[in-house]
């Protein structure tokens, strides 16, 4: 099961250049040497600053929803969770991030074959924390 761990932002990021141009994922394209703007990454990753909070992923069972070991989520705590999101839930008093299914019955669902979904149920106790709005991870 991915467990997370919560952290507290501090401080804020400084504006830092953002290429003006499109960088191709496909064939190499052009190289455009301007810079026209800047972007805080906090402003583009916080919408709500005292409602937010970071969490640090534990384990692989979002691996399918690209949320990998290590990674730092951007968790809002005043967004309301729907259906098809991804949240950070207290169950049972320890903290899971998962995919959250309502129908019939409300499910938070793994992203990775090898853990099962958890159906929620009577025995269970459940608080949706929050709904995760970014997230950042390091590549090396």
Known sequence: MS??????????YS????????????????????????LSLDQ???KNAA???FARVEGDSMIGAGI??????????SVSAK??????ALL??????????????????AENPDYPNIQITGEHEL???????GLARSLR
Request: no cysteine; proline share 4%; glycine share 8%.
């Open 3 to 12: 467990k997370v761990s919560i952290l507290k932002p501090q401080g804020s």
């Open 15 to 38: 504006d830092i250049p953002l290429y003006s141009g499109r960088v191709s994922a496909g064939f190499p394209g052009v190289v455009d040497e301007h810079m026209e703007e800047t």
């Open 44 to 46: 583009l990753l916080i």
């Open 51 to 53: 409602t937010t909070f």
């Open 68 to 77: 990998f070991q290590g990674d730092i989520l951007v968790v809002d705590r």
């Open 83 to 88: 259906d098809g999101d991804i949240v950070v």
């Open 92 to 109: 049972d008093n320890e903290f899971t991030v998962k995919r959250l299914k309502k129908s019939d019955t409300l499910t938070l669902q």
């Open 127 to 133: 608080m949706i924390w929050g709904v995760v709005t």
